[in-house]
């Protein structure tokens, strides 16, 4: 039963829902398993049957007046004097809201430039070395007084 457990979710699964792996699996255990058989027999008898019931509901359906509808409802919520009242409304009851949101760019472009003009300059201090491209035949080091090239042989030492 433990066993039968773990396969009942992929009894009514999909073509390529589960792997192949999944797949062998899922048959191996419904060949010896005559309950899970006659479940997923259930169950693909009763998905048949409300597939088969939506397609006729769907059927008596009258949809040629479909895109018309959802056209004048899309035409009525243009954007026009309502949707400004609207949007000034929010605003009103949102104030807080509205000016946090409007000034937390602000507030994020003061901190990065009070950051920046703080950490001074970007580059090596005086008289210290920083490697700044590494190769198997050339070393560029750059120093207080410029780019130094060391040049070697191929083979490391």
């Avoid at 059927?59 to 959802?70: K, T």
């Amino acid at each position: 039963m433990k066993e039968c457990a773990r396969f009942a979710p992929r009894l009514t699964a999909k073509e390529g829902e589960l792997s192949a792996e999944e797949r062998g699996e899922l048959e191996r255990h419904l060949a010896g398993c005559e309950e899970c058989r006659r479940i997923e027999q259930d169950l693909r008898a009763v998905e048949g049957l409300v597939g088969h019931g939506l397609t006729r509901a769907a059927a008596r359906r009258d949809f040629s007046g479909f895109a018309d509808q959802v056209m004048a409802r899309v035409a009525a919520e243009e954007p026009g004097p309502g949707a400004l009242r609207r949007l000034g409304a929010w605003f009103r009851a949102h104030r807080v809201l509205a000016v946090g949101t409007a000034l937390a760019p602000v507030a994020a472009a003061a901190a990065l430039v009070i950051y920046l003009s703080e950490s001074g300059p970007s580059g090596p201090p005086v008289g210290e070395v920083d490697v700044v491209t590494e190769g198997r035949s050339a070393t560029v080091l750059r120093t207080s007084d410029g780019p130094v090239v060391l040049i070697g042989d191929d083979e490391p030492t």
